[in-house]
């Protein structure tokens, strides 16, 4: 079986609540169909019932009347809502008024849903960009205990097995955190390994990319990577990782042991941790366009309840596939 329908078998066996605030976009509500139909999670839909009722009939949907409709503009919850968020951002100016209006969006109200235990975790990002999906879960999931940076992680499925955990390498961070400090950049390590385990089902060898390897060049930005390194180990003793490593000591046996000679995960890691989200970002779009990898994700993780963000360019499968390791996320919580 195949790593994306291990996860869906998984998920299956979970019994959890998805809330997809999206649900009057096409390709969600296809998306959903999937979903309950093959009982991969309960969902909430979050949009005008007549709409997704209009659209479901139109689009020719079995399954979607499965799934708990909420109107976020006129459902009976909304003061109660409106009160929980006054009282996680009024330290932060925001009104009563204010307050009441953003649960109209649900973007908020998914993740108030979250917060209130109703739902598990949220897919959204099919109609919306990054910052508006990461924000309400910002300021109203917020972080893990011990962890203050959101990050976001590619798996990438390479054709060519020789690479990573048999042709599979998890890839962070590449969607959220633009300028991480070295402790920053730890936590991510950190986060990305406990992903690695959860989510793939592998034991992470980290590498800690540079353009530097061992001090093979000085420079501030291989300087904080080596640190971030350092912490990442205080951090978790028994995590295999290592860095600073460029890209190719990381990944090809015979480079790492001429290049990082004694390193317990240069030459075979299958976690790679890239400095900035700039060079995340390019790098597993390169590896997606030019090697041919499928590229699921972005898996955020640090989040205190999961909730991931889709490309706006995704397919149907795109979003079954992340609602189903959102699900696997949420049996780890
Ligand atoms: N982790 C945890 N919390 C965060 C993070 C983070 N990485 N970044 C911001 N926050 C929190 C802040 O602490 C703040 O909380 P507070 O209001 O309670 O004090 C709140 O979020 C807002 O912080 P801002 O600094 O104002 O953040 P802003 O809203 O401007 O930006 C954002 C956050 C949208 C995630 C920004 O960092 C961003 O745009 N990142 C890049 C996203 C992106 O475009 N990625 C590439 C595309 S994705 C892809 O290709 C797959």
């Given amino acids: 079986m195949d790593l994306l329908e291990a996860i869906k078998e998984k998920a299956k066996i979970e019994d959890k609540c998805i809330v997809l605030p999206e649900s009057t976009e096409e390709r969600t509500l296809k998306a959903a169909d999937i979903i309950l139909g ?16 209009q659209l479901s009939k139109e689009l020719k949907l079995h399954y979607t009347d499965k799934a708990t409709i909420i109107d976020p503009i006129t459902h009976e919850k909304k003061d109660h809502y409106a009160d929980m968020l006054y009282d996680l951002r009024k330290h932060k100016g925001l009104s009563r008024d204010e ?30 960009a990054t910052g508006n999906v990461l924000r309400p879960a910002f300021q109203v999931i917020k972080t893990l205990p011990g962890i203050s940076v959101v990050s976001g992680a590619f798996i990438m499925i390479l054709k060519d097995q020789t690479f990573g955990e048999e042709g599979i390498l998890v ?3 590449c969607a959220v955190h633009p300028d991480p400090t070295a402790s920053e950049l730890a936590e991510i390590a950190v986060s990305t390994a406990k992903s690695t385990k959860a989510i793939v089902g592998i ?3 980290v590498a800690m990319l540079s353009f530097s390897t061992k001090g093979s ?3 501030s930005m291989c300087e904080k990577v080596a640190e971030a390194t350092k912490i990442a180990i205080e ?15 990381a990944i090809v046996e015979s480079i790492g042991k001429s290049k990082a000679p004694g390193s317990s995960i240069a030459g075979k890691a299958n976690v790679l941790i890239f400095p900035d989200l700039g060079s995340g970002n390019i790098a597993y779009k390169l590896v997606q366009r030019l090697a041919g990898a499928e590229a699921v994700g972005p898996v955020l993780q640090g989040m205190a309840a999961p909730i ?15 609602v189903a390791i959102t699900v696997n996320q949420a049996a780890q919580v």
């Fill in 203 to 205: 034991e992470p060898r």
């Fill in 235 to 249: 951090k978790q003793p028994n995590l295999l990782i290592d860095g600073e490593l460029q890209a190719d000591a």
């Fill in 171 to 173: 890839f962070a961070d």
């Fill in 217 to 219: 060049a000085k420079h």
């Fill in 38 to 53: 093959e009982g991969i999670a309960n969902l909430i839909l979050l949009g005008d019932p007549s709409k997704i009722e």
């Fill in 99 to 128: 307050a009441l209006k953003l649960v109209e969006d649900p973007l908020y109200l998914a993740t108030l849903l979250i917060k209130d235990k109703v739902a598990d975790g949220e897919v959204a990002g099919a109609d919306n």
């Fill in 308 to 322: 991931n963000d889709l490309s706006r360019g995704c397919s149907v499968d795109d979003i079954v596939n992340l």
